[in-house]
């Protein structure tokens, strides 16, 4: 037992670095940048032990830029967290909350480094905290930018050969070039391959179902957010009329939400992402939420290092359902921000052994500390 003097936070510090994007996807937004602002958060006792989050902030998702995040972390939460108890995450997450609403992402990062601080204390694993490892290991997806027939094709194709058992593609701009290249890759690559499309928002209800029903010998796994988050009436309306499985991805930020969409039958699925839900004391509520109404979950880690995608690794190690492949890209493609024992064999990811997140920085962090 640690005494509880050793497990009181003690510091915290944010550094903002830039780095080139892990991957470059080009979705219905738009294209997507080439480098990428991170913010790393170091949360620590006063005994010397550290934890680590990050903030990797997605703006058309929540409106908060890089700069806005470090502003909040280290004006307003970094000041109100030395005392509390690592060990208590969700006690944290919850006075964070009150002190400041909205700055999910912001808040993500502290939650992900008070559960790293708190599985090193305790020596276990961040999934631990969560419920506890309900499988050894988690499969991967990878997804596919909006481009050429051809282009994307050969992309599927390098993924299948690489042991990738499902896909992504992105659509959402152009329907009718939409259909012709997911039938394209479902040519390419067989039946063995689980496809999903994910379309940001970018459909009516009506056209969606128009694309639904022209891929429907494709065995789409599901469509990811077809309309606007706001249409839970045209979400409901996609899933009877198209038959195809709805992800709720932008339209799922809160376990509010999650109840608003179970209310309306509005989703089949919910996507968890930190940089919504503010971290993973909320993310394990929409889980729950999710398992009661029988709603499987899919992680995804949009553009993080390696911090913010064992944070989504020890989630989907959690989850109560988990049939379904995650989204934890950065593992697949491995830039150098982080050491890690986490592993990836085909498309199955391991986590490490060591407490905690198990993930090392490996950038200078000499941020500003409150
Ligand atoms: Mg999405």
Redesign the pocket.
């Known amino acids: 037992m640690i005494e509880p003097a050793l497990r009181r936070i003690a510091w915290a510090r944010a550094t903002l670095v830039e780095r080139e994007a892990s991957s470059r996807l080009t979705t219905s937004y738009g294209d997507a940048p080439a480098r990428r602002p991170h913010v790393i958060v170091e949360i620590g006792t006063a005994a010397g032990a550290v934890g680590l989050g990050e903030a990797s902030p997605l703006p058309e998702f929540t409106g908060e830029t890089a700069a806005a995040v470090h502003h909040a972390l280290t004006e307003t939460y970094f000041p109100a967290l030395p005392g509390h108890e690592a060990t208590a995450p969700a006690a944290v997450a919850a006075e964070m909350e009150r002190l400041l609403p909205g700055n999910p992402s912001a808040r993500a990062a502290i939650d992900m480094a008070v559960h790293d601080l708190a599985g090193r204390l305790l020596g276990v694993p961040v999934a631990a905290l969560l419920g506890g490892v309900r499988r050894p290991s988690v499969a991967l997806a990878r997804a596919l930018g909006i481009g050429t027939v051809a282009a994307t094709v050969a992309a599927a194709e390098r993924y299948a050969a690489d042991g990738f058992r499902t896909l992504k593609l992105k659509v959402g701009q152009n329907p009718r070039a939409d259909v012709e290249r997911v039938r394209a890759v479902r040519r390419a690559v067989g039946d063995d391959v689980r496809i999903r499309i994910?379309a940001?928002q970018g459909y009516d209800a009506a056209t969606a179902v128009g694309v639904l029903r022209a891929l429907e010998d494709c065995r789409l796994e599901y469509v990811?957010?077809p309309v606007p988050r706001w249409d839970h009436a045209g979400m409901a309306h996609v899933r009877r009329a198209a038959g195809t499985p709805v992800l709720a991805?932008?339209a799922v930020h809160t376990p509010q939400d999650a109840l608003a969409l179970i209310r309306a039958g509005a989703a089949d699925l919910f996507?968890l992402k930190f940089v919504k839900t503010g971290g993973l004391v909320r993310a394990a509520q929409i889980a729950a939420i999710g398992e009661a109404a029988g709603i499987d979950c899919v992680v995804?880690s949009p553009f993080e290092t390696q911090i913010g995608a064992a944070a989504g690794l020890h989630m989907a190690l959690a989850l109560p359902l988990g049939r379904h492949a995650h989204e934890l890209t950065v593992f697949a493609t491995q830039p150098a921000m982080a050491r890690t024992g986490i592993h990836l064999r085909g498309d199955a990811l391991h986590p490490a052994e060591t407490p905690g997140l198990g993930v090392e920085s490996i950038v200078e962090l000499a941020g500003s500390r409150a």
Request: hydrophobic share 25%.
């Open positions: 994910d940001n990811e957010q991805d932008e996507a995804i």
